[in-house]
């Protein structure tokens, strides 16, 4: 298999709404490491204070990319579209990369001329249509990367059942060519998205949409080929990819239909036999991320092997795919206490000092080994998730679903 490095390229800094205070290049360089991520998105680049970081923090490097320390960054940003459509309103958020500061200073005046109040949030919304947007952007910097976000959420997604659209080219027409990948969104995994018209043709990719610097890394897309701007809308375009990491999507927080208030969840043989409205209180139920995808698809659920790395493979030729759940997770469940107890920040040093990255913790170290480091029953709760042997609650209308490595165990 050609040389691959892990990439998380949807985050947020400290400037967005509801994200974590302590957000630094520094600290996110940090945690890459510590996680075993090659590549950041740089996050927010449209807000005036965080760029005015990134330009003091990151050193140029190779191939039209950043670094600090040992992690490399590309410019990014998230774009927050409101928009009518066909007399219906419309929200979705778009993935923006460059290879330049001036091409972010350019796009940065576009946005300001437009009416965006850039200094209020890291992820700004903009009134304009996505088409219109995307257009503006590509005339700035034509070798930019435009990639619709979390592309299933109800409320702020391509696909939404909320204010999304029914395909890739009502929402974008003639530019639909130019949008080379999907992110699923942590309430969607690879498999789901295959069976829509639009996956075809375009890379899936998952990245972990992180408010704080400890949730890096709960998706991520390890590309093939060169480390390098052009290197990465390669890979996008050609679907170089080795794998994906994904989070269990029952977990996500729209995966099923339902009414968080009312305590209603359905999944779709149930709504279809029950409808869309709550029966608690008769308000329409937020129609969730599985819903959505049996709506819009064209083909059966794909039929996956798993390989000896427990690794999911369709008979389609996609990039395989491996459902994981963070390190921590599993530690405090292991230990019975928080995450974010002190007890699980040790035990988290612990094991990356001594074993190497997360993910190598989780994918690749030897159970014995963890064992001999952690103990046995860390290592048995690695285990139990490197096998899939676990209880999954989805999550609906806002509430996160939960993942149980011992479901029996109270």
Known sequence: ????????????????????????????????????????????????????HLQETLQPAAGELFSYSDTRFVLGAELSCVFKHAGKGRRLHLLVYVPSFTAVEKICRFLE????????????????????????????????????????????????????????EECFGELAPAIPALETGLSSDPAMNWRVPDADGRSIVSFSDAHSPRNLGREVTAFQGPLTFAGLA??????????????????????ATGHRACGVRYLPAETKAQGTACPVCGRPLTVGVL??????????????????????????????????????????????????????????????????????????????AIADTAGARIAEGIGRMRAGDLAVDPGYDGRYGTVRIWPDET
């Open 113 to 168: 001329r437009a009416g965006a109040k850039l200094a209020g949030d890291g992820r700004p919304l903009i009134s304009l249509h996505a088409r219109e947007l995307t257009a503006e952007i590509l005339a700035i910097e034509p070798r930019s990367i435009i990639i619709p976000a979390h592309a299933w959420t109800p409320w702020y997604a391509l696909f939404g059942s909320k204010s999304g659209f029914e395909s890739l």
């Open 291 to 368: 819903e959505r995808v049996e709506a819009l698809a064209t083909e059966p659920a794909v039929s996956l092997r798993a390989d000896e790395q427990g690794f999911l493979h369709g008979a389609n030729g996609r990039p395989p795919f491996k459902h994981v759940v963070p390190l921590m997770q599993i530690l405090a469940e292991a230990l019975g206490v928080g995450e974010r107890t002190k007890s699980v920040a040790r035990a988290y040093t612990g094991l990356t000092d001594a074993l190497g990255s997360e993910f190598a913790v989780l994918l690749e170290v030897p159970v014995a």
């Open 1 to 52: 298999m050609p040389a691959s490095y892990r990439a998380d390229l949807h985050l947020h800094s400290s400037y967005a709404i509801g994200t974590a205070r302590d957000i630094t290049i520094p600290t996110l360089a940090q945690w890459a490491q510590r996680k075993g991520i090659q590549l950041l998105a740089t996050a927010d680049f449209t807000h005036p204070r965080w760029r005015a």
């Open 234 to 255: 390669t890979a996008l375009r050609e679907e170089r990819i080795a794998y994906t990491l994904e989070y269990y999507p029952e977990e996500g927080k729209y995966h």
